[in-house]
């Protein structure tokens, strides 16, 4: 499935941001699993609190391409981490992995002249992280 995020990303380089993403709403009747976990542990909802405030920051320097790009990677991450169901450390994973991922990404898009190569090798690390 991670497959289809470099392409996406890739192909993402190119025009205003929209705006910022909303963080989990532990309200809604319609949570999975790992979501519900989240909501109730108070240091996982800070970690994914702040990966959203991290996402939101980092689409507002992103052009509108590079930030549907950075939409699709959430939204495979999050169905990625909803397959741990309500293991408490898979979640705790999934969430430091995103984080490392938008380390790596912050200081492609932080380059100019190398961010194509740069953006290529950390997907690759991207894909390769995921298969393990």
Known sequence: MLGLVGPALLAALAGAAPPAAASLDCASRWLNRAEQVICG???LMRAEQQLTQRLSSFASRLNFGQYLGLRHWHAVRARQRSLCAADRECIAASLRAQGRSLDRLQRCVGGSLTRRACLREMLAAEQD???R
């Open 41 to 43: 542990d108070p240091q």
């Open 129 to 131: 992280s995921s298969r």
